[in-house]
């Protein structure tokens, strides 16, 4: 009983500051003029105040302390000293524009904390390609490089009203839940004291007209920090097949569980090196920009993409059990037509606009059966995007895919 007291005080704890907070910030936001401006990358439409990742580090660091009182939890002050770090990063960052190399140097921090003090790292790889346990050494660079794209995947889904506060909000309540009934209560109270701060602030992203707030790197940096920890302890506790609700080939369900943010990382990513620009760069190939092109709102647009990755791990999960590798190609093979699918339509019904040079689709024309790369501004475009595009082309004519 006292664990069920002490997660339903830490979300209603949570959730009750950050409906508190959120108000407060916009105040000073607005004062101080801290606003998300649209422009031509950006999905807003009008001046929206930012830093609305104040209101839900607040209410989850004192949500999680209070919940935790008395509870047995020494690796939690290094969690928090992570999650500090990358808070203050991102708050920099949205006032003063971090270049991209001083972020990464400090996940990579935020990584060693995580790792060699807090304690908590991938020891197995559950049996992938017949690997189990692994040494501190490839332990230690595993663990890093997760939580590192953890954390960029989150800050880039943070693009439209709600999605990254709704997604966050499911791999909060999904991982609570199994913490929960496997016996493992820290971290159930650490998820749900989340999902309570992230709640509320929700409710002003999406809801909000006064108080209207975007959460800005502030948040997003924070949360894929805080996500990739539980993640990454749902992996360990699931080594031991002979516990309580044990997750067989539970890599693979954590993978499908947060497939869009991180297959959408990799996509865009994708887009931008064949473009010969940085990782780093922004634009609209998202693939929530490709919903908001196809005519969605941005709330459809967040509840299209939360609904169908909810429908999207329930037949991963029902195969946990055919085995990690096959399950693994299940995954990023219906994963996969999921981000194919509206490039698809998208070009069928020639919506990229040419007065949008940001959006680029790369996809595979199954009629054709080529490798295709439809960029906006093909018509008049300058001398440099046509000598990019040739590029491609003879690359692809190399590789007989074109």
């Known amino acids: 009983m006292q664990s069920y007291v002490s997660i339903v005080s830490g979300f209603i704890i949570a959730l009750g500051i950050s409906l508190y907070v959120v108000p407060v910030v916009v105040r000073i936001v607005l004062t101080l003029r801290f606003l998300d401006h649209p422009n031509e990358r950006s999905a807003a439409k009008k001046p929206v105040p930012t830093l609305g990742g104040i209101a839900i580090f607040l209410s989850f660091i004192f949500g999680a ?18 999650i500090l770090l990358t808070f203050f990063v991102g708050l920099k960052d949205d006032i003063l524009q971090l270049p991209p190399w001083k972020k990464i140097l400090a996940e990579l921090i935020a990584s060693g904390l995580i790792i060699f003090m807090a304690k908590i790292r991938i020891s197995n790889l559950h049996g992938f390609l017949g690997i189990g346990e692994i040494g501190l050494i490839p332990s230690a660079i595993l663990t890093a490089f997760v939580i590192i794209v953890f954390i960029n995947s989150f800050n880039l889904m943070d693009g439209i009203d709600g ?7 499911f791999f909060s309540t999904v991982f609570g839940v199994w913490f929960l009934i496997s016996g493992h209560i820290d971290y159930a109270i650490l998820s749900f004291t989340l999902l309570g701060s992230i709640t509320g602030f ?9 108080n209207k707030i975007f959460m800005g790197d502030t948040g997003s940096l ?12 749902f992996n360990e506790f699931n080594i031991d097949q002979s516990q309580p609700f044990a997750i067989a080939a539970s890599p693979v369900i954590s993978f499908a569980i947060l497939f869009y943010p991180l297959a959408d990382m990799v996509r865009v990513f994708m ?14 190939n998202h693939l929530h920009h490709r919903f908001l092109t196809l005519g969605f709102s941005h709330k459809n647009a967040t509840y299209t ?4 990755n909810i429908l999207f791990i329930i037949p991963i999960f029902a195969l946990q ?5 096959r399950l693994l190609l299940l995954t990023l093979f219906f994963g996969g037509l999921l981000f194919i699918i509206p490039a698809m339509i998208i070009q069928e019904k020639n919506l990229i606009k040419d007065t949008d040079p940001q959006q680029h ?22 001398a440099l995007h046509q000598n990019q595009i040739s590029k491609f082309q003879k690359i692809l004519q190399k590789l007989n895919l074109w």
């Open 202 to 210: 929700f409710y002003f992203n999406v809801f909000g007209k006064k």
């Open 305 to 308: 993409i939360l609904f169908t």
């Open 321 to 325: 059990h055919i085995g990690i590798f």
């Open 361 to 382: 689709i790369i996809l595979f024309n199954f009629r054709s059966a080529k490798f295709g790369f439809i960029k906006s501004n093909y018509v008049n475009s300058p």
């Open 163 to 169: 999605l990254a506060a709704a997604m966050s909000m």
């Open 222 to 233: 924070m949360l894929g920090t805080m996500l990739s920890v539980i993640v990454i302890q």
């Open 271 to 284: 887009i931008r090196v064949i473009l010969k620009k940085s990782p780093f760069y922004p634009d609209k």
């Open 65 to 82: 302390t209070i919940a935790l009182y008395q509870h047995e939890f020494p690796e939690l002050i290094y969690i928090f000293t992570a």
